[in-house]
């Protein structure tokens, strides 16, 4: 389970299970060669994001029905292999499988010793204690470089990475008027806030954005919070994103609590389509480009 303990799993679990958000795989980034690419197995989302970025398809990976439906992006090529649910991966078929490396991330999926018992396996964080997670999955990413020989396609990849929001911190003005709150609704009386030590709330700090949440964070760096929370923040401005969830949706515009929301009254709010919140830097960057997109909306 890992030293964060199951009250954390289970909360991480209840967001993945609520939130439906994609990556996007950035145009113009050369492939990568990769030693014994085919070999590779996924068996969580982070560790195959990184895999795309460095330009890499792996032999298979776990929830690949649920990647094309909820993370959709960098699109996932119809020859991985699937070997079952994130938590719960079929290991005797992994086995059969006969990889070279095993990637898994922390807390989340079968033991270390189950998987080291198949093949090398290679663990990745999220995020850590000072809730940094956008270094963090920055430095799990060279990490897999390294091990793969590709250490070249991360670092053209994060200088990429940081060309993209060094170029969008100068064009992001209007986003410094007011803070942001960025949330997501997980059912009809609960949202979910992305705060600072988020990986979004870490891209915002990078933009010079300040972020609306001030409340507490949980190690992940999200806030469950009431709906009603929402009606008590200061001016803003706000991004739902939206995970699939259109009827809760409605349901909930329709009472007179959410209508009471001052971002709601003003008009201050957009819903865009979701990115996944525990991703690495792909998602990163998709967050980055909805901001931009978005910035004639105000």
């Known amino acids: 389970m890992g030293r964060h303990g199951a009250a954390i ?4 679990r209840r967001l993945l299970a609520a939130l439906l958000l994609a990556p996007l795989l950035p145009g113009g980034l050369a492939r990568a ?4 690419a085919n070999r590779i197995i996924a068996l969580e989302w982070l560790p195959l994001e990184m895999l795309f970025a460095l330009g890499i398809t792996p032999l298979a990976a776990a929830d690949t029905h649920d990647y094309r439906l909820w993370v959709r992006e960098p699109a996932l090529p119809a020859g991985v292999i699937d070997v079952g649910q994130r938590a719960e991966p079929n290991l005797e078929f992994i086995a059969e499988l006969k990889p070279e490396l095993i990637l898994y991330s922390q807390g989340f999926g079968p033991r270390e010793a189950q998987l080291q018992s198949i093949a090398p396996a290679m663990m990745f964080n999220f995020t850590d204690a000072r809730g940094q997670p956008l270094s963090t999955v920055r ?5 897999l470089a390294e091990r793969l020989d590709v250490a070249a396609a991360a670092r053209a990849h994060l200088a990429y990475f940081d060309r993209q929001l060094a170029d969008a911190r100068a064009r992001l003005d209007s986003y410094r008027r007011q803070p942001l709150l960025v949330f997501s609704l997980i059912d009809d009386r609960h949202a979910v806030i992305l705060g600072e ?5 870490n891209v915002m700090g990078q933009l010079a954005i300040e972020n609306a949440w001030r409340g507490e964070n ?4 999200t806030a469950e919070v009431g709906i009603e929370r929402l009606a008590t923040l200061p001016p803003l401005r706000a991004i739902c994103l939206d995970h699939g969830d259109g009827a809760a949706r409605a349901r909930v515009a329709a009472t007179p609590l959410w209508r009471s929301i001052p971002f709601v009254r003003r008009n201050a709010m957009r819903t865009v389509p979701a990115i996944w919140i525990f991703g690495a830097t792909l998602a990163a960057l998709r967050f980055c480009r909805m901001l931009q997109a978005l910035e004639e909306q105000w």
Do not use: I, V
């Open 33 to 36: 060669a990769a030693p014994a």
């Open 9 to 12: 799993d289970t909360h991480r």
């Open 139 to 143: 430095g799990g990413l060279m990490s």
């Open 197 to 201: 030590t988020s990986l979004f709330g």
């Open 218 to 221: 949980s190690f992940w760096g």
